[in-house]
């Protein structure tokens, strides 16, 4: 079993729609954070969380402490959307736990 | 805002050559993590350094050794490579005391020919 999960591995949406990337974490945390890659990429940090919800733009997170369980959800997708979608996180000085990444591909 | 800057952005090395991959981190970050990303594959942790000391190991190579400097900066040193080093690399930075504020570089793309 892997220390984060994330759910679904693939995920197609038409262009417009609202999407929810899920991860689920069994290891302590200082942080989780949504990553996003795009193929061939570095990776790009979208959000930082220890707690509550964050929004920018149209991206929004939201990381439950108590159940362990953070959702990346992506309002009105656009094909640029279209990239992997990472959630990680560790403690400080420690290595991170990558979860595996969920594919997003947006239609036009 | 500065962020974790990664040197050379891409790398083409052949068989049993060395190589040097370098990572600034952001200022006034004391961690360094460095990682390796296989075509299709997950991040691997490799290495990771705290004031200038290993603060925890992951699946690195023998091949492979890496230091932090007195600047914060470090660097990841490969020897004898293979084919199968091809990888992105890249490397992240925070702040040890206080926990938050892992900020990745854009990472190295090595290619072993």
């Known amino acids: 079993k892997n220390e984060v999960e994330q759910s679904p591995q693939n995920l197609t949406a038409q262009e417009g729609e609202f999407i929810t990337i899920n991860c689920s974490y069994s290891v302590g945390i200082s942080a989780l954070h949504w990553l996003q890659q795009h193929p061939g990429g570095g990776i790009v940090s979208l959000f930082m969380?220890?707690?509550g919800k964050k929004k920018h733009g149209r991206l929004i997170a939201t990381i439950n402490i108590q159940e362990k369980h953070s959702s990346l959800h992506i309002t009105a997708s656009h094909p640029r959307d279209s990239a992997v979608y990472i959630c990680a996180g560790g403690l400080a000085g420690n290595q991170f736990y990558f979860g595996t990444g969920t594919s997003l591909t947006v239609i036009p | 805002a500065a962020g974790v800057i990664q040197s050379p952005r891409h790398l083409i090395k052949e068989k049993r050559e060395t190589a040097t991959l370098k990572c600034y981190p952001i200022?006034?970050?004391?961690?360094v993590y460095w990682y390796q990303q296989g075509p299709g594959q997950d991040p691997q942790f490799l290495i990771s350094f705290y004031e200038k000391m290993q603060s925890d190991k992951g699946s690195i190579p023998d091949r492979f050794s890496a230091q932090q400097f007195s600047d914060y900066h470090s660097e990841l040193n490969m020897s004898s490579l293979e084919l199968g080093d091809s990888a992105l690399y890249f490397c992240?930075?925070?702040?040890?005391?206080?926990?938050?504020?892992?900020?990745f570089g854009s990472g190295t793309r090595l290619t072993v020919v």
């Open positions: 200022p006034r970050h004391d961690t």
């Open positions: 992240a930075s925070s702040l040890f005391q206080g926990a938050i504020g892992y900020t």
């Open positions: 969380l220890s707690s």
